[in-house]
């Protein structure tokens, strides 16, 4: 069964009042009126009770309609309302609609008549208006959900229009990117992004440039990887996924862009790589190197041999000599080998790193010196020990010494560090001045017998690399041609 519809009616004209109940009457039993003269007697009823409809005359005994009606809103009381006034006066009827009234009447018997009309009229009205507000809470509710989702998400979120400039960009571009909001929007991502060296840079914006164009022609573009340059300049791995945006035409006004910082996953792999071809190659190589050992200590004792008789011409002398310290050289290479392929079992104690460092520097002194090198060394203070192997963390620095030194061949300058991490790990820092190591070199540094030196075994970066992966430590290279180069190393907190 239908409820009916509560009526309240604050108005001073009984006669008015009686005239509106018989029209509402005459349309069935769906309705029921109360009826109060003043805008207290008003006030009460509506804090008792809840009504669907409020007539509320622009004059009662106690007071304005329209002030009453204010203070109705607020207190919190929301009734949809219909003004009662004398003469129809527009500017009133203008006043009570800023104020929140659906509809108004004049008092006459004419708008008593039509007052069901206006009644149900006004409930539609009020209805549709509630629907509507509704649905926009629902709709901000939604936006501000998916806002706070997106604009605080983890990863890169963009929106870039048409002609690539920036049009959206949330707190995960700012900090994988190191751009604050301020700085990126309004501009295209190949103004900032890409990265310096300029070859790169320019086999970046050429793939991005293809992409966009698989965009632009609705296709989603996804997992693609791409190389980035931050704010700070540090050269960031990317994995981008490129959706293009539609308008309500279904025309394509955009691309979203959401990039993931992948640096650590793909610096994981490629050690993983390194590990498992370093492996195999440590095998053979020490499969070769017994090898070469034996019958090389059979050669060696011959020659010698032969270099002790008294007959011999100064020829043959020379020839023997050069002979003997070929075969020390191969010997040297061989031991290289063994030592990467099966280094010397470790022995860790805790030591202070600076003393190691010092020990380092001291025993290359003589050649900084020779080679016109300027050396600093800053201790980091209250470094606390970590477990290592002395001799074997020596060699490691003399290592990457060395290659500074070579790097340098007229001279320049060797700066050394140590320092704590945020996270309690011991860190060594050796930067030169040399010659730098070009880009396309730089992964291969690492591999056994690569060497850009006359004179090398291409063995030393692979043992210090092996050493330093006993330890559980991590070196890392910056370079760059022609302005020298940075190796970090960074030891556990606390040492293996």
């Not at 149900?120 to 629907?131: F, H, K, P, S």
């Not at 900090?175 to 103004?191: H, K």
């Not at 095998?283 to 090389?296: D, K, S």
């Not at 041999?305 to 100064?314: C, I, N, P, Q, T």
Request: with cysteine.
């Amino acid at each position: 069964m239908k409820h009916p519809m509560r009526i309240l009616v604050a108005e001073e004209d009984s006669a008015f009042v009686e005239m509106i109940q018989s029209s509402l009457k005459a349309t069935g039993d769906h309705y029921e009126v109360e009826a109060v003269s003043s805008g207290e007697a008003c006030l009460k009823k509506l804090k008792e009770d809840r009504f669907d409809i409020l007539l509320l005359d622009h004059a009662l005994s106690d007071g304005e309609g329209l002030k009453w009606l204010k203070l109705y809103h607020d207190l919190g009381i929301n009734v949809p309302t219909i003004f009662v006034t004398a003469t129809g006066d527009p500017q009133m009827s203008i006043q009570a609609m800023q104020e929140g009234v659906f509809d108004y009447i004049n008092r006459s018997s004419e708008c008593a008549k039509a007052i069901p009309f206006v009644v149900n009229r006004v409930i539609e009205g009020y209805n549709l208006m509630t629907q509507k507000v509704k649905l926009q809470k629902e709709l901000i509710e939604a936006k501000n959900f998916l806002e706070s989702v997106i604009g605080n998400a983890g990863d890169a979120i963009s929106v870039v229009d048409r002609e690539g400039k920036v049009i959206y960009w949330n707190k995960g571009a700012e900090t994988i990117y190191g751009y604050p909001r301020a700085e990126a929007m309004g501009r295209r991502v190949s103004d900032f992004l890409l990265p310096a060296d300029e070859e790169a840079g320019y086999r970046e914006e050429k793939q991005l440039q293809e992409l966009m164009e698989q965009v632009w022609r609705g296709e989603v573009v996804a997992n693609a990887t791409a190389r980035r340059r931050t704010k700070e300049g540090r050269e960031i791995m990317v994995s981008m996924t490129i959706t293009p945006l539609r308008d309500a035409a279904e025309a394509i006004v955009g691309a979203s862009r959401i990039c993931k910082d992948i640096t650590e996953q793909k610096r994981t792999e490629e050690k993983m790589l390194l590990a498992e071809r370093l492996s195999c190659m440590g095998e053979l190589i020490a499969g070769v190197a017994h090898e070469i050992r034996n019958p090389l200590a059979g050669i060696k004792i011959n020659a010698q041999v032969l270099a002790r008789g008294k007959d011999r011409s100064e020829m043959e002398k020379q020839l023997l000599d050069s002979t003997l310290e070929g075969i020390g050289k191969i010997q040297k290479i061989v031991e290289d080998m063994l030592d990467y392929a099966r280094p010397k079992s470790a022995n860790y104690k805790m030591e202070d790193i600076n003393q190691v460092v010092e020990k380092s520097l001291d025993v290359l002194n003589s050649q900084m010196k020779k080679g016109n090198i300027v050396v600093s060394f800053a201790r980091g203070e209250a470094l606390p020990r970590i477990r290592i192997d002395e001799h074997q963390i020596e060699q490691v620095l003399i290592n990457i010494m060395l290659n500074a030194i070579h790097a340098m061949d007229r001279g320049g300058r060797l700066a050394v560090r140590t320092f704590l991490t945020d996270g309690g790990a011991i860190g060594i820092e050796v930067e030169d001045t040399g010659m730098g190591i070009p880009a396309a070199q730089l992964k291969k540094i690492f591999d056994p017998f690569f060497t850009t030196k006359s004179t090398g075994t291409g063995l030393g970066l692979s043992i210090t690399l092996k050493l330093l992966e006993n330890h559980g430590a991590r070196i890392e290279v910056a370079s760059e041609e022609g302005r020298g180069s940075v190796f970090t190393i960074t030891f556990p907190a606390g040492g293996i």
